[in-house]
């Protein structure tokens, strides 16, 4: 008997179980700084609609002097319109109307709506397809136009926008009125059509 219950006793052993924790290598997984900041980036991306344009003016100060001429020349028409409609015997009259500068208020005033409104050509435009620059050269306006396969990075400061282009030349966005508000679109535009950017102000 009790060489038949020893091969029993072998029998009814437990088996052996396998491990909880393998010992497998995984393979590299990417950190969570490296999730995070993909994460971060593509809740950033903005796709505009085709029909969305985002126009910004320039800044009051490059306005200033347009401004200053504008506020020159209603008080010269003031003054002209007074002359024609008051008495003849003030020295306004006299100067204005009876000498005949009746033309060259004209032409002031002209001159000053002119210059306000060309003024304010200048600034940049976002697109869905593009960026568009409004300067202005010798007096006229010049556009300049970028799509954004033409861009290779975007590198951007607090308010400031720098364009490195595919044929290794840069291009600097002018000044603008919300300067802040331009280099935050153009982030998220930028991202969301795959472009590179640079943020030199976060990394001060």
């Not at 010992?23 to 809740?43: K, L």
Request: hydrophobic share 45%; proline share 6%.
């Amino acid at each position: 008997m009790a060489v038949m219950l020893a091969p029993m006793a072998q029998s009814h052993s437990q088996p052996e179980l396998p491990g909880m924790i393998e010992s497998a290598d995984d393979g590299d997984r990417p950190s969570i700084t490296e999730v995070n900041g993909t994460v971060a980036r593509f809740e950033m991306a903005y796709n505009p609609n085709p029909d969305e344009r985002f126009v910004f003016g320039p800044p009051i100060w490059q306005r200033l002097p347009s401004l200053l001429f504008l506020g020159f020349g209603a008080a010269v028409g003031g003054a002209a319109l007074l002359a024609h409609t008051g008495s003849s015997n003030t020295a306004l009259y006299r100067f204005i109307v009876a000498e005949n500068r009746t033309p060259l208020v004209f032409v002031i005033v002209l001159a000053a709506i002119a210059t306000f409104i060309r003024s304010g050509l200048r600034g940049v435009v976002v697109t869905r397809d593009g960026v568009e620059t409004r300067s202005l050269s010798m007096g006229f306006p010049r556009v300049k136009k970028f799509s954004w396969p033409q861009i290779d990075r975007i590198i951007l400061d607090k308010e400031d926008v720098l364009f490195e282009l595919w044929n290794g030349t840069y291009e600097r966005l002018p000044k603008v009125r919300e300067g802040e508000k331009l280099t935050d679109l153009l982030e998220r535009v930028a991202i969301g059509r795959g472009r590179q950017v640079t943020r030199l102000d976060r990394k001060r």
